[in-house]
C-alpha cells in the first residue's frame, strides 16, 4: 500500500515546536512547584520511619526462583472465555499495557495451544529428520547441544492477533486486541546445521516440521526459509524454555506467523512438495471479499500499537506532562519510523524510537506531550526498513475484504476522554 500523505502543514509544524518548548518549559516549572510544595507540606512517607524501613525482610532462602512483587499481581496473562470452545484449545494474552523495553518476561508471553501444553522430560525427547534426506537421524537433547549456538531477539505474533477487529472495534483493552505478540531473546542451533548433518537430497523444497503435542501441529515450510534463519531452540531469556512455551525443544521462525513455530517439536519431514495440511487450509488462511483464499501468508506485517494510554491503563495523572508508549514490528526487518497522532489521523508526529533496535524484533517507541484535558484519538503508524506502511483499517479491509480472522495489521486508535478514561474506537 502507498504510504499515507503527511498532512502536517507548515504552520501546524510551528505550532507542534511551540508546543514541545512549552512543554519543557512545564516540566521544569512542575518541578519547582513540587519542590516547593513538599517543603511547606512536609509528606509522612517521607519524613516518618515506615516499616520496610523498621523491620527485617525475607532472606535468600525465602524465595528460590525470584517471584514478581505482591504490588504488581494485575500483570498476568488473561484470557477471554468466549474465543474458543475449550481452555485446552485456547489462547491467553500478554499484558502489553504493564511492560516496558522491549523483552517480554517468559512468565508472560502469551499462550496458544490446539491440545494442551505437553509435559515432556528431556530425557525421554527424540527429535527425527527424515524423509528426503541422505540419512535419516533421530537426535537426543544432548547431542542437539553439541552444535555450535546462537542467540537472536525476535518477536513472535499469533497470526489471529487483533482478529476480532475486522468488522469493528470490539475487544476493550491493547492487551485482548493485540496482546498475542512477544519478545524475546531464543538461544538454540541453526536449523540448517541440523539438516546438514542427515544431508538433503536434490530435489528437496519444503519441510515438515511435527509437535510432539496432541494435537501433533504440523506447517509446510520451504526449505529457504529453513536453510535461512530457523532456529531450534532451547532456551528463552536465559533458561530453559516454559512448558507452554514448547519445553524442551521448539522451532523459531523469525519474522513468520506463530503457529509455524513448532512447540514441543519431536520431527522435521523434509519433502519436495507443501503438504497442505489442515493448520495451512482451513486455518492460517485469508478468505478474501470474492471467496478465494490468500495462502501460505507467512510473513507478519508492519504493525504497532499504542500501549499506554489505552483501555486498561487511563489517564490517571491528570493535566500535563504525559508519555506516551507503545511497539512496533516487521516481519521483514527492521523498523525505521513510527508516527503518532493524537487527533484520530489528521496530524502526525514522528515518535522518539529507543535506540535498542534488532531486525524481526520489538521496537519500543515513546512521544512525550502535555495533555491539556481534551479528548485524545491515539494512533500510531509504523514504518519499516523496506518501506511497508502500517495501513489504516479502511485501507487494509478495501484490500481484503472483513472475513479473516488473521493478519490485521491496521492502525489502531485509541479514545481518551476528558477524564482520562480509554475506550477502543475506529474513526473514519
Known sequence: MKKPKDTIDSSRRRQLIKTGM???GGISASL?????ANAATPDPLITEIQDWNRYLGDGVDARPYGLPSKFETDAVRRDVAWLTADPKASVNFTPLHKLDGIITPNGLCFERHH?????????SHRLMINGLVNNPLVFTMEDLMRFPRENHLYFLECAANTGMEWRGAQLNGCQFTHGMVHNVMYSGVKLKHVLAEAGLKGNAKWLLPEGADASHMTRSIPIEKGLDDC??????????LRPEQGYPLRLVVPGWEGNMWV???RRIEVGDKPWHHREETSKYTDLLEDGTARRFTWEMEVKSVITNPSPQAPINHGRGQTVLTGIAWSGYGRVKRVDVSIDGGRNWTTARLDPHSFSKSLHRFY???DWDGRE???QSRAIDEFGHVQPTKNQLRAARGVNSIYHNNSIQTWHVKNDGVVENVEVS
Open 231 to 240: 532456529l531450534i531452540v532451547t532456551h528463552m531469556n536465559g533458561e530453559a
Open 32 to 36: 519547582v512547584v513540587a519542590s516547593k
Open 376 to 378: 485524545l484519538f491515539l
Open 263 to 265: 512447540k514441543w517439536l
Open 22 to 24: 512549552a512543554v519543557t
Open 115 to 123: 491440545g494442551g501444553v505437553a509435559e515432556i522430560a528431556p530425557s
Open 367 to 369: 512521544f512525550d506531550f
